[in-house]
Nanobody
Framework: QVQLVESGGGLVQVGGSLRLSCAAS????????MAWFRQAPGKERELVAS???????NYADSVKGRFAISIDNAKSTLYLQMNNLKPEDTAVYYC????????WGQGTQVTVSS
């Protein structure tokens, strides 16, 4: 069973940066597509960024030009570099396959203060 553990969140001021990490229990990234999601209080979980096994990357319009998704297959780790953060980026961030194939982890809280 694949386990995903997110980390790297925190409190940051507007315009700041954070890098999130998602460690997988197995070398799944070589085969499967992966994605970052986020869920803000009172809102539905939304897909923020995705990456395919062929290294094709897609982003939600709200984060284009500010966020970058990447994978280190040697470390079985997925990353999300977040720059120029805005208050509306405040949410719990999760990693998973784009179709939510794996169980959801506890996520990592990102809070952007104005």
């Amino acid at each position: 069973q694949v386990q995903l553990v997110e980390s790297g969140g925190g409190l940051v001021q507007v315009g700041g940066s954070l890098r999130l990490s998602c460690a997988a229990s197995g070398s799944i990234f070589r085969i499967y597509n992966m994605a970052w999601f986020r869920q803000a209080p009172g809102k539905e979980r939304e897909l923020v960024a995705s990456i395919t096994s062929g290294d094709r990357r897609n982003y939600a319009d709200s984060v284009k030009g500010r966020f970058a998704i990447s994978i280190d297959n040697a470390k079985s780790t997925l990353y999300l570099q977040m720059n120029n953060l805005k208050p509306e980026d405040t949410a719990v961030y999760y990693c998973n396959a784009p179709n939510g194939l794996y169980g959801w982890g506890q996520g990592t809280q990102v809070t952007v203060s104005s």
